[in-house]
């Protein structure tokens, strides 16, 4: 099976998985089986196998899977073998916040290069990283060895920012600003919206609903 | 139909459906059908048609929806029409952030109290809210009037403020912490985690899908 043939759906849950199996590694768990990496991710273990199969045979039937080899494959498959450059657009008060989260790094995703239109911010230093213009931007990504943008500018000039970027030839777009952004055809961008994530939980509270719920959001 | 049987995929759409009806409304459109509203958000007419009929009959076959009844149903379904009171659990690099972060007020959010285990930050102000000692959260969040809790802390202490937070009743968190966080049945997570937004990104990168994709992450 080709991997653009892999329904969205799974893709969406393989980070999931592989999180789990980073933190079972880091706990000296061998092996796990699809019923105690179910409970743990509180995904059915019919759910488990039937995404993994996808990606070939893990484990063995009624051995379960190797957490360190689970651990490999999941890393190839995500394309988490190398180090990943991003350029970050807008280095107002959310930019900087990005700028400073310690959290990519150790995951092999790094904030190459920074970009604003505010000429007081050109030029300066923030977490080491240079603010540069973002007239210079499509020189500046054809030079560089980025794949990734990260979108932290205000609402209205969101869509224009990211048709930029698609014209620079950008494929793959992070965007933390609150629109419903229009992107072309083979390009992806995920919406980080905590807005959205607390509007699925008020509906809980106001609807009183008994069952637990997760979700990324 | 009870809203408690409303299938989870469909709930977490809905403040995406809400956030198109704000901005088409903004743009003083006030009529839309399922096409042109499916074509806006990416999704399939017959998707929109299905997943609203959960909710009543909002548009007329042909005539297509009313943007501000649309709207105001939205906000009734998703239990906005009342501010929300929240509390911020970590005050650090990040919980800082997300107390400056001008993006929550607007749309009926409202932290309104934060909590550190630091004695060096409890009692100073911060955007406003100062800092409380974490040992007080049962007592303070039992004179409030809090429902919803944002964890930002290190991961290694998530999970016990995570349980803190269910032991003092609240039953919808939303979490900065990237683990694989255990909940009871009735309390309700939901994860912002740009690492794996990124790694959904780097699957397609790697694997020259052609599709575009889009999912709040």
Redesign the interface.
């Known amino acids: 099976l080709k991997?653009?043939n892999i329904p969205?759906v799974i893709?969406?849950r393989?980070?999931?998985y592989?999180?789990?199996v980073e933190?079972l590694s880091r706990r000296k768990v061998e092996v796990i089986n699809s019923q105690d990496l179910g409970a743990?991710?509180k995904v059915t273990p019919t759910q488990i196998r039937k995404d993994l199969s996808y990606f070939g045979h893990f484990g063995k039937q009624g051995k379960g899977y190797s957490v360190s080899r689970l651990h490999k494959e999941l890393r190839s498959?995500?394309?988490?073998e190398r180090q990943?450059c991003?350029a970050l657009i807008g280095v107002g008060?959310?930019g900087?916040?990005?700028l400073?989260?310690?959290?990519?790094e150790p995951?092999g995703?790094k904030i190459a290069a920074c970009f604003d239109t505010d000429p007081k911010q050109i030029g300066k230093k923030v977490s080491n990283c240079i603010v540069q213009d973002i007239s210079e931007l499509g020189e500046k990504l054809r030079q560089s060895d980025i794949?990734?943008a990260i979108v932290a500018v205000p609402q209205d000039q969101a869509q224009n920012v990211i048709d930029s970027l698609v014209k620079c030839g950008i494929?793959?777009?992070?965007n933390y600003a609150?629109?419903?952004a229009r992107?072309?055809?083979?390009?992806?961008?995920?919406?980080?919206?905590?807005?959205?994530?607390?509007?699925?939980?008020?509906?809980?509270?106001?609807?009183?609903?008994?069952?637990?719920?997760?979700?990324?959001?």
Chains 1, 2 share one sequence.
């Not at 400073?100 to 990519?104: A, E, Q, V």
């Not at 494929?171 to 992070?174: Q, R, V």
């Open positions: 991997p653009n969205e893709v969406q393989l980070p999931l592989f999180r789990a933190l743990f991710l498959i995500l394309g988490l990943w991003m008060r959310l900087r916040a990005i400073s989260y310690g959290g990519f995951q995703f794949h990734i494929k793959s777009i992070l609150p629109i419903c992107v072309p055809k083979g390009v992806n961008i995920r919406d980080i919206d905590p807005v959205m994530a607390l509007q699925t939980l008020t509906f809980h509270l106001v609807n009183k609903s008994e069952g637990s719920s997760r979700t990324r959001a």
